[in-house]
């Protein structure tokens, strides 16, 4: 691994993002900073227009924002730019998660879980050698879905197994990994 790679693992609300930040802004050393965002900023969706928006008020201006809904890869690695960050901000690997389950059709169809585990298997090994690879630190965000019941619906089966799949495939290739509750990030790793 020749890049830093730290990752930022909590509950929805927990304070993760707001931590990402502060330890990015650190990794940066006063350089550049690239946002590498997942989350589609659907106006259909009110609740998600409000979470993207109090996302972008609280980056700095001058952190250059890459959108990367579904490619990776593509965000992570070097960009037409061709200016190059000292640090990467990748917010967050669930989001991207959803983004692939969408792609993978409808959950109702027969045959989903199967579609939804393909996507995220054809995806995901250029997600792990962008992060082997990065010439720079990468701090990633990711929610923690261990942790409460198992999903009653057969979606969110197939979402919490490849999500806790996907966070201990990162956390394994991590240098570092904190657990964020209440705004407040303890060392795991």
């Known amino acids: 691994m020749s890049a830093v790679v730290v990752l930022v693992i909590g509950g929805v609300r927990s304070g993760k993002s707001r931590f990402a930040q502060k330890l990015v802004t650190d990794l940066a050393q006063g350089g550049a900073v690239r946002f590498v965002a997942t989350a589609k900023d659907d106006p259909a969706d009110p609740s998600m227009t409000a979470r993207v928006t109090e996302h972008r008020r609280a980056r700095p201006a001058n952190w250059q924002t890459v959108e990367g809904p579904t490619d990776l890869a593509a965000a992570l690695g ?22 692939l389950l969408e792609e993978a059709g409808d959950p109702d169809r027969k045959g ?22 990065a010439e720079q630190p990468i701090v990633v965000v990711t929610n923690e879905v261990g942790q409460g019941v198992a999903p009653p619906t057969p979606l969110g089966n197939v979402f919490a197994d490849l999500q806790g799949e996907l966070n201990q495939a990162v956390a394994a290739e991590a240098r570092a990994v904190y657990h964020v509750v209440a705004g407040i990030g303890t060392k795991i790793k």
């Open 112 to 133: 989903f879980a199967g579609r939804a585990r393909a996507t995220f298997e054809a995806a995901a090994p250029a997600l792990m050698a962008a992060l082997r690879t």
């Open 78 to 99: 070097p960009h037409r730019s061709g200016a190059k960050p000292a640090a990467i901000l990748l917010d967050c690997l669930t989001l991207w998660l959803g983004n």
